[in-house]
């Protein structure tokens, strides 16, 4: 609720190096669903590195 709020500057995002399966959706951050693309937030990439072990670290600006 937080970041539809308006409360949150930057969203830091750490993609570990494996997949892992399922049957039910998931979603990065908690919210209630949408009815339609109102809700959607835009974000920037403001930055990308790769570290050790695969793993990619991915920062992006919330654009308000």
Not at 6 to 35: H, N, Q, Y
Request: proline content about 5%; glycine content about 10%; overall charge negative.
């Amino acid at each position: 609720m937080t970041l539809r709020a308006g409360l949150v500057d930057e969203a830091s995002i750490l993609v570990s190096p494996c997949l892992v399966g399922g049957e039910t959706e998931r979603s990065i951050f908690r919210a209630p669903g949408l009815e339609s693309e109102d809700g959607v937030i835009p974000v920037r990439l403001t930055h990308v590195e790769q570290l050790d072990g695969g793993y990619v670290w991915l920062r992006y600006a919330i654009i308000r």
